[in-house]
Structure formats: structure tokens, C-alpha cells
T-cell receptor, first 113, second 114 residues
């Protein structure tokens, strides 16, 4: 079956602009996660959804970052007033339920110029 | 706190064994994981070990866990060129509100020389 998909695969934006990154989880997976991977680092947790609600957003670095999952399936990560330090690969993962194996998407590479 | 540490690079000769080491700080984790990341590919769960086990073997992979020292290792026997990748040690601490976020190390880049 289809895995986790993320769009776009690459996004280049100018400093100060707004961006949206999309994640399509595996069908039927109730849990969805966003991670950010900077160059040379491991992925860092941003936010976790169980269904439509954000169960843990402790990893969001500041209030410029926001994520939604309105129907409990597709999720969008939104970044306002982008900064060069936001440049990274943004990874999405989904699992059948909380605590289940997380399946990762290929990521969106965000470059802020 | 939550922290996972591993060395950044490892170079081995093709056919030799590779051993990648990791230390972690949170003793509440039920499972400890090894993920593999290849260029252009997604992060892939390679293997995992339950925290009450000392060792797990899966074909060419052997995971050793020393819970007292909070030390985890991954041994790859008969290393092949296809094993070239970045390997991440990871844990899911049970403390905290979600108890689902994965804490990753910085990754060990494994390169294979002929």
C-alpha cells in the first residue's frame, strides 16, 4: 500500500515569507508526527497528533510554527515569517495508534534564502 | 533529561563487521531503536530491542543492550556496500505528556571501503 507522502519535496522561499508543508499519512493511521532534521543532525520532534487534536506540541520552537489536522488525516505544518534558521528537512511520520511503529515520509527540504 | 549520543563517523572494510555504539540517558524507555537513512530515501526502522532484553539477533544484525550503563550497540556482520548509510540510535521515553515522540541521536555515518 501507499506509504506516507509529503509535498512539496523541495521548497525554496525568501526570508519573511509564509510556507505550508503537507503530509498525507498512511490510510487508517490515527497518530501523526512532525519532526525537523537539520544538516548533520538527527530528527527532532515538533508535534504529535492523535486524531484531530495536537496531543503534544512541546517541540514547536516558537509561535511562528503551527500545525493542523482538521479531519484526522492530512496534516499541514505552517511556518510564518520564515527565517534562515528554519532551513531543514521536515519529516512526517504516522503510526496505526499511539506507541505503534512510526513510518516516515521522504521529507520536505525547506530552504529559506 | 533526554539525550542520545553516538559517534559521527565509522569506516569499515567490505566484509568486516561494523559496530555502532550509542548511549542514552532516559531509563524509562521501553524500546530502543536503530533507524537507517540512505540518501534520497526516508528514515527506515532497522531493528529494535525491548528494554528487558540483553541481545537481539536478526540475520546480519545484532543489537546489544547494557541497561545498567545505558549503552546500546548495533553490529552488522559481513558489511556490504549497500549498508552505507546514516544509522540513528533512538528511544521513546515514557515520561512526558505524549510518551510517543522519538528522541534520535545525531547519527553515525557508515562508509564502506573496498
Amino acid at each position: 500500500g501507499a506509504g506516507v507522502s509529503q509535498t512539496p519535496s523541495n521548497k525554496v522561499t525568501e526570508k519573511g515569507k509564509y510556507v505550508e508543508l503537507r503530509c498525507d499519512p498512511i490510510s487508517g493511521h490515527t497518530a501523526l508526527y512532525w519532526y525537523r532534521q537539520s544538516l548533520g543532525q538527527g530528527p527532532e520532534f515538533l508535534i504529535y497528533f492523535q486524531g484531530t487534536g495536537a496531543a503534544d506540541d512541546s517541540g514547536l520552537p516558537n509561535d511562528r510554527f503551527f500545525a493542523v489536522r482538521p479531519e484526522g488525516s492530512v496534516s499541514t505544518l505552517k511556518i510564518q515569517r520564515t527565517e534562515r534558521g528554519d532551513s531543514a528537512v521536515y519529516l512526517c511520520a504516522s503510526s496505526l495508534s499511539k506507541g505503534g511503529e512510526q513510518y516516515f515520509g521522504p521529507g520536505t527540504r525547506l530552504t529559506v534564502t | 533529561g533526554e539525550d542520545v549520543e553516538q559517534s559521527l563517523f565509522l569506516s569499515v572494510r567490505e566484509g568486516d563487521s561494523s559496530v555502532i555504539n550509542c548511549t542514552y540517558t532516559d531509563s524509562s524507555s521501553t524500546y530502543l531503536y536503530w533507524y537507517k537513512q540512505e540518501p534520497g530515501a526516508g528514515l527506515q526502522l532497522l531493528t529494535y530491542i525491548f528494554s528487558n532484553m540483553d541481545m537481539k539477533q536478526d540475520q546480519r544484525l545484532t543489537v546489544l543492550l547494557n541497561k545498567k550503563d545505558k549503552h546500546l550497540s548495533l553490529r552488522i556482520a559481513d558489511t556490504q556496500t549497500g549498508d552505507s548509510a546514516i544509522y540513528f540510535c533512538a528511544e521513546i521515553p515514557l515520561r512526558g505528556s505524549s510518551a510517543s515522540k522519538i528522541i534520535f541521536g545525531s547519527g553515525t555515518r557508515l562508509s564502506i571501503r573496498p
